[in-house]
């Protein structure tokens, strides 16, 4: 662990960005550079004078690359002028990674621990005294640490790191994760910190508050049976108009799978939404929480697992399509803590498509693929009624043919000796077009159905 001091011959020149991060908030960082070809000429000045500051180090990129880039800007000391500020690694006898922030008075500061990867980094202000914090996650060979920094008077200091702090990395847990938001809507950050026990399949979730530079834990709760900690998810979304919470979908040891929790914070301290495991929310692969209907509530995945298709001639096990069902939480706790239906969705990531089910088809809709006819450029998918409320398994009598969609590239269209079927178009995209054909009219009537309402249940995958 260093604290160093670089001094550099820098003329900062004001730099018009453009970029994308993870967050509506205006005073996260943007990210420049990344990766990308760099037209602007300011931003090429600035490029080639941190890479000149840099010297031997590399400039590295977090891991969480959807929220900070190699090299970002932003107000850190809340003085209204922007920093540069970059992430590097240093290889030489040891390995080091940190940052360098660069400032409008030709200044350069620079901070570096032992370390092999940044698995997190970011900027927050969490004790609102105007000045962000930099957080960062170091991997170190098998143990990942937090450090907390705070840029001042044009010096670094260094507020909490694994020489001064046991909060964590304790009784063999050794691996961080770490979530920065408001859950209870109090104006206040609360810094989110889980990690994880390789020895006992445990991942420990804990809410805290920064104040007067120290972590204090407001709560902390733990899931057991967790697989690995490469895929466990944490997010935060909404479950009401007023309520945040945390989402985690977690690694099951006993399977394959992945169980779904829910948490919040209230009166600060932590509520597991299905502690009593009345209700076990398990997919078999890993979906995201989503907001379906776009009403601001996030919405839970459930996965209709006798409706999963998998190519059996790829390398991939993810599902070409399947049917999902999407919930979400009704608020209660205890033995009232249970899941309200929203709608059910069908996918098909081969042709990136999905079909909104109608609430009368819900848990009674087959779409089987028609292998006949066919070719790489021109799928048909046969949907059937149930009757019963199973979707591949009824028998031929209790199901009832609907239509058929072809799914044909744009390219082949006007080749017609390609396409054994034409129909109505539903929908299009980027690189195909959906028509329905040979259309069970009696059955789509007794449904309350018509071609021009199915147009409106197709859309792309997000």
Same mark, same amino acid.
């Given at each position: 662990?260093?604290?160093?001091?670089?001094?550099?011959?820098?003329?900062?020149?004001?730099?018009?960005?453009?970029?994308?991060?993870?967050?509506?908030?205006?005073?996260?960082?943007?990210?420049?550079?990344?990766?990308?070809?760099?037209?602007?000429?300011?931003?090429?000045?600035?490029?080639?004078?941190?890479?000149?500051?840099?010297?031997?180090?590399?400039?590295?990129?977090?891991?969480?690359?959807?929220?900070?880039?190699?090299?970002?800007?932003?107000?850190?000391?809340?003085?209204?002028?922007?920093?540069?500020?970059?992430?590097?690694?240093?290889?030489?006898?040891?390995?080091?990674?940190?940052?360098?922030?660069?400032?409008?008075?030709?200044?350069?500061?620079?901070?570096?621990?032992?370390? !092999?990867? %940044?698995?997190?980094?970011?900027?927050?202000?969490?004790? @609102?005294?105007? /000045?962000? &914090?930099? =957080?960062?996650? +170091?991997?170190?060979?098998?143990?990942?640490?937090?450090?907390?920094?705070?840029?001042?008077?044009?010096?670094?200091?260094?507020?909490?790191?694994?020489?001064?702090?046991?909060?964590?990395?304790?009784?063999?847990?050794?691996?961080?994760?770490?979530?920065?938001?408001?859950?209870?809507?109090?104006?206040?950050?609360?810094?989110?910190?889980?990690?994880?026990?390789?020895?006992?399949?445990?991942?420990?979730?804990?809410?805290?508050?920064?104040?007067? !530079?120290? %972590?204090?834990?407001?709560?902390?709760?733990?899931?057991? @049976?967790?697989? /690995?900690? &490469?895929? =466990?998810?944490? +997010?935060?979304?909404?479950?009401?108009?007023?309520?945040?919470?945390?989402?985690?979908?977690?690694?099951?040891?006993?399977?394959?799978?992945?169980?779904?929790?829910?948490?919040?914070?209230?009166?600060?301290?932590?509520?597991?939404?299905?502690?009593?495991?009345?209700?076990?929310?398990?997919?078999?692969?890993?979906?995201?929480?989503?907001?379906?209907?776009?009403?601001?509530?996030?919405?839970?995945?459930?996965?209709?697992?006798?409706?999963?298709?998998?190519?059996?001639?790829?390398?991939?096990?993810?599902?070409?399509?399947?049917?999902?069902?999407?919930?979400?939480?009704?608020?209660?706790?205890?033995?009232?803590?249970?899941?309200?239906?929203?709608?059910?969705?069908?996918?098909?990531?081969?042709?990136?498509?999905?079909?909104?089910?109608?609430?009368?088809?819900?848990?009674?809709?087959?779409?089987?693929?028609?292998?006949?006819?066919?070719?790489?450029?021109?799928?048909?998918?046969?949907?059937?009624?149930?009757?019963?409320?199973?979707?591949?398994?009824?028998?031929?009598?209790?199901?009832?043919?609907?239509?058929?969609?072809?799914?044909?590239?744009?390219?082949?269209?006007?080749?017609?000796?390609?396409?054994?079927?034409?129909?109505?178009?539903?929908?299009?995209?980027?690189?195909?077009?959906?028509?329905?054909?040979?259309?069970?009219?009696?059955?789509?009537?007794?449904?309350?159905?018509?071609?021009?309402?199915?147009?409106?249940?197709?859309?792309?995958?997000?």
């Amino acid at each position: 662990m260093r604290l160093l001091k670089l001094v550099g011959m820098l003329s900062l020149v004001a730099v018009i960005t453009t970029g994308c991060y993870k967050s509506g908030n205006d005073d996260n960082p943007i990210n420049l550079f990344d990766e990308l070809p760099i037209y602007d000429e300011e931003k090429r000045d600035i490029s080639e004078k941190v890479k000149i500051v840099a010297g031997s180090a590399n400039l590295t990129l977090p891991s969480n690359s959807i929220e900070v880039g190699k090299i970002n800007e932003i107000d850190l000391n809340n003085d209204r002028k922007d920093e540069i500020v970059f992430f590097e690694k240093r290889e030489d006898i040891r390995n080091q990674v940190g940052f360098t922030i660069l400032d409008s008075k030709s200044n350069d500061t620079s901070y570096t621990e032992s370390g !092999n990867k %940044i698995e997190y980094a970011n900027f927050y202000d969490l004790d @609102n005294d105007g /000045n962000k &914090e930099i =957080i960062l996650l +170091v991997q170190d060979k098998n143990m990942t640490t937090l450090t907390i920094c705070r840029y001042q008077n044009g010096e670094i200091e260094e507020l909490i790191s694994k020489a001064n702090y046991h909060y964590f990395n304790k009784d063999n847990f050794t691996k961080l994760g770490v979530l920065v938001d408001d859950l209870d809507n109090d104006d206040n950050l609360e810094l989110v910190v889980y990690n994880y026990n390789y020895k006992t399949k445990e991942m420990e979730l804990n809410v805290c508050s920064f104040k007067d !530079n120290q %972590i204090y834990i407001l709560d902390s709760t733990t899931f057991k @049976n967790v697989r /690995n900690f &490469e895929d =466990i998810k944490v +997010v935060t979304g909404n479950i009401s108009s007023k309520e945040k919470a945390l989402f985690l979908s977690l690694p099951n040891d006993e399977d394959t799978g992945y169980i779904t929790q829910v948490t919040y914070l209230k009166n600060k301290k932590i509520i597991n939404a299905f502690e009593d495991k009345k209700i076990q929310i398990s997919n078999g692969y890993y979906i995201p929480v989503e907001d379906v209907n776009n009403d601001g509530i996030t919405n839970i995945p459930q996965i209709e697992s006798s409706s999963v298709t998998i190519d059996t001639l790829s390398t991939s096990t993810f599902p070409t399509s399947l049917i999902i069902s999407w919930n979400k939480y009704n608020g209660k706790q205890g033995d009232d803590a249970d899941m309200i239906f929203v709608s059910q969705i069908y996918y098909n990531y081969e042709a990136n498509f999905r079909f909104l089910i109608p609430n009368n088809l819900v848990g009674k809709l087959a779409i089987i693929e028609d292998t006949e006819n066919t070719n790489a450029n021109y799928k048909v998918f046969n949907f059937y009624y149930n009757t019963t409320n199973t979707y591949s398994d009824t028998s031929s009598q209790d199901r009832k043919f609907l239509f058929t969609l072809n799914v044909s590239e744009k390219t082949i269209v006007d080749d017609t000796k390609n396409i054994s079927k034409t129909g109505n178009n539903v929908y299009e995209s980027d690189k195909y077009i959906f028509s329905v054909a040979d259309v069970n009219q009696a059955e789509l009537k007794k449904l309350d159905l018509t071609v021009d309402i199915l147009k409106d249940y197709f859309s792309a995958i997000k």
